[in-house]
């Protein structure tokens, strides 16, 4: 059977949980009119506050919990100094886990974050993860969350992020300024907010230059091994391209490495454009063109509106905040004339 929740009051109710979790707590901002539809609507579906999530919030941790998908990856890496800075200069500590890219384990992150009773958490979410019940429960229990780079959109927290529509636009537009009409998109996942948005700024480029694109060469492809396999079929197959412009740094990495085994010239013959400016950018050869995508400042950023959340004694609404990011221009696109 299921057990009431704050989420079920404030969903009947029409108002946010925290509000219900402080008409609980007989807070003076919440007013008695509120305070007595609360206590009715907990009176009527038998609500019974959970003493686990009591018992966890009565001291405060100065912890936070930080779930994102790989800490290897160079991206991640650059977030976690920027949340360990923050963290450090507002005087919290910071627990780091890596779903892997595996949805069982971030629900176990999550859960391993109620137990350890951090104030709050901060998470990139899985490339496979659909249902976000386990991010609600985390919500359910009165833990703020904030969402980068990998969001969930439907979810009311809030988010930092990079316009990755507008920086995808100006990738492809630099292309096609530098000469290129037929090129391959390598997209992510469609489930991943950050892998439209890069599609529609691919084609809202051919869009304004009044260019037909090809959805042949709109290929899913997010990693370096599916790249050097995807970019292998389209020169088997004879496809003619001129560009390719990648969703990650790593699948454009990948698209490098076959084209020069097929010793297909970067960029007189074909121009890479990928996303991130990842290390491997830096060192893979020809040096890769990118967008920058600023992980120190986004993972500085999220905590600060974390921190700023949880000790913020009225209720803030939900915020979303756009790190700026530039196109950085190396050696695997031609120069603009």
Do not use: W
Not at 49 to 70: D, E, H, Y
Not at 219 to 240: G, H, R, S
């Amino acid at each position: 059977m299921h057990r009431a929740t704050i989420k079920d009051i404030a969903k009947i109710l029409g108002i946010s949980p925290s509000t219900v979790s402080r008409a609980l707590k007989d807070h003076p901002d919440i007013s008695e009119k509120t305070k007595k539809a609360v206590l009715e609507q907990a009176s009527k579906l038998k609500y019974r506050p959970n003493t686990l999530a009591l018992n966890l919030r009565k001291n405060k941790s100065n912890t936070i919990g930080v779930i994102i998908p790989q800490i290897v990856h160079y991206f991640f890496s650059s977030v976690i100094s920027g949340i360990e800075d923050c963290a450090h200069e507002k005087g919290y500590t910071v627990i780091v886990t890596q779903s892997n890219e595996l949805v069982e384990r971030e629900i176990d992150n999550t859960t391993a974050m109620i137990s350890s009773g951090v104030e709050g958490v901060l998470i990139s979410r899985t490339k496979q993860t659909t249902d976000f019940s386990h991010f609600t429960q985390l919500m359910s229990y009165d833990i703020p969350i904030v969402f980068f780079d990998r969001i969930c959109p439907t979810l009311k927290t809030d988010k930092v992020i990079v316009n990755d529509e507008y920086a995808a636009f100006l990738a492809t537009e630099y292309l096609i300024k530098t000469g290129c009409r037929k090129i391959v998109h390598f997209k992510g996942p469609d489930n991943l907010e950050i892998s439209t948005k890069r599609l529609t700024g691919f084609l809202e480029a051919f869009h304004e230059y009044n260019l037909p694109y090809e959805k042949d060469l709109i290929i899913t492809c997010d990693n370096f091994e599916e790249a050097i396999v995807q970019t292998q079929k389209l020169i088997d197959n004879k496809i003619t391209f001129d560009g390719i412009f990648t969703v990650n740094d790593d699948s454009a990495a990948g698209a490098i490495v076959t084209l020069n085994k097929n010793r297909i010239s970067i960029p007189d013959q074909v121009s890479v454009f990928g996303y991130s400016n990842d290390l491997i950018s830096k060192i893979i050869s020809p040096k890769l063109s990118t967008v920058e995508q600023p992980g120190y400042e986004m993972g500085y950023t999220a905590t600060r509106l974390l921190i700023e959340r949880i000790e913020s004694e009225k209720e803030i609404r939900p915020r979303t905040e756009v790190v700026s990011t530039k196109l950085v221009l190396r050696e695997s696109t031609k120069t603009l004339v």
